[in-house]
C-alpha cells in the first residue's frame, strides 16, 4: 500500500467527533445504577448467646443474686449437735447505658437522591447499634473470664509465634479449666482466622454436616469435642493475637454473660423547619455483665 493511501484513510483526529474531544465528552453520559448496593455486614452472634435479664421496669440499676455453693456436710458425733453452715450468696449489679447513632439529611439533598436516603440511615443505624453491642459484649467476656490459657503452654501474648494456632490440647485443656469450676463448657467463639485454624483440623464436625446454612449464617459453623464453634468478626485481633472465648453454662442452663435490656432500641425522626434537615436518631440502653466469671476461659492464639 503506497503512503498517500494511508494518509487518505487516517482521522482527521483534529474535527472528527470522537469520544475524547471536550464536545463529545460533554454530551456522554455517567450511567448510574439506580440500585444502593448493600453495604458488608460483620458477622455479629455474641448478644443471643448470653443470658438475658429484662429490666425495662422502673430503677437505676439491676442486682442479680446468685447463690454460693454449700459445703460439704460434716462428720458427726453423737451427743454433740450438728454444725451449723454458714449461707453465703454473692451479688452482680448491672448498671445499663445509653448507647446510640445518629445521621442527618437536608431536604434538598432528599430531593436529589436517586434511592431513598432515610431508609438507609434507619438500617445503618439499626447495624450500627447492633456491631457496638456485640464488641461490647465479647470484651465484657474477655475482660471477666475467670480461666485463661495461651496455646502450646506459652506464657505471655508477645511469645506467641506463627506456629501458636488453635489446636486440639489447647480446646480440651480450655473445656477441663471450665470443668474444674462445675460448668459446662457448651461453645467456643472465634474470628475468622480462628476458624479457618479450627476447620484445618480434621476432627472438626462441620456445620453443613449437621445442620443447615441457616446455621452458618448465625455463625455456627461446627462443632469439635462437643462445643459449638461460633465464629465472630467482634473477636480482635491485636499485635497478630487473638482471644477465642470458651463459655460454659451452669447445670441448670444459666449462661455465663448476662445482658440486661432496660430500654429496646428505638429509631427516631425529628424535622427541623428553619433549617430544613431531618435529624434520625437511634439509642437503647442495656448493660453486659459476668455472671459466672470461672465458665469463661480464653485462648490467646497467633494469628499471622
Not at 44 to 69: C, H, M, N, W
Not at 253 to 269: F, L, M, W
Not at 286 to 303: E, L, Q, R, S
Request: proline share 3%; aromatic share 10%; net charge negative.
Amino acid at each position: 500500500m503506497q503512503k498517500r493511501e494511508l494518509i487518505k484513510r487516517a482521522m482527521d483526529t483534529s474535527n472528527a467527533f470522537i469520544s475524547t474531544d471536550s464536545e463529545a465528552v460533554a454530551v456522554n453520559p455517567n450511567i448510574w445504577d439506580y440500585r444502593l448496593r448493600d453495604f458488608e455486614e460483620k458477622m455479629l452472634v455474641f448478644t443471643p448467646l448470653t443470658e438475658q435479664f429484662d429490666f425495662r421496669s422502673a430503677g437505676v440499676d439491676y442486682k442479680v443474686t446468685i447463690d454460693d455453693e454449700p459445703s460439704a456436710a460434716a462428720d458427726l458425733t453423737e451427743t454433740v449437735d450438728v454444725p451449723i453452715s454458714s449461707f453465703s450468696t454473692r451479688n452482680v449489679t448491672f448498671t445499663p447505658t445509653e448507647r446510640g447513632a445518629a445521621y442527618q439529611i437536608s431536604r434538598k439533598e432528599a430531593v436529589r437522591a436517586f434511592f431513598n436516603v432515610a431508609d438507609r440511615m434507619v438500617r445503618k443505624l439499626g447495624y450500627s447499634m447492633a456491631l457496638k453491642k456485640d464488641t461490647l459484649g465479647v470484651s465484657t467476656a474477655q475482660a471477666g473470664a475467670g480461666n485463661a490459657i495461651f496455646v502450646n503452654s506459652v506464657s505471655v501474648a508477645t511469645d506467641l509465634a506463627t506456629t501458636d494456632t488453635l489446636n486440639y490440647s489447647a480446646v480440651t485443656l480450655s473445656a477441663r479449666m471450665v470443668e474444674d469450676d462445675q460448668y459446662t463448657p457448651t461453645k467456643i467463639l472465634v474470628n475468622h482466622a480462628g476458624k479457618q485454624q479450627l476447620l484445618d483440623l480434621s476432627s472438626v464436625h462441620k456445620a453443613n454436616e449437621f445442620g443447615t446454612r441457616d446455621a452458618v449464617q448465625k455463625g455456627l459453623v461446627g462443632e469439635l469435642f462437643g462445643l459449638e464453634i461460633y465464629v465472630s468478626h467482634s473477636i480482635p485481633t491485636v499485635s497478630n493475637v487473638a482471644y477465642a472465648l470458651v463459655l460454659g453454662e451452669s447445670r441448670t442452663g444459666e449462661q455465663a454473660v448476662g445482658y440486661a435490656i432496660k430500654r429496646d432500641p428505638i429509631i427516631e425522626r425529628e424535622y427541623h423547619a428553619r433549617g430544613r434537615y431531618w435529624d434520625i436518631v437511634a439509642h437503647e440502653e442495656y448493660d453486659f455483665k459476668v455472671i459466672h466469671p470461672n465458665a469463661i476461659c480464653t485462648i490467646g492464639y497467633y494469628v499471622a
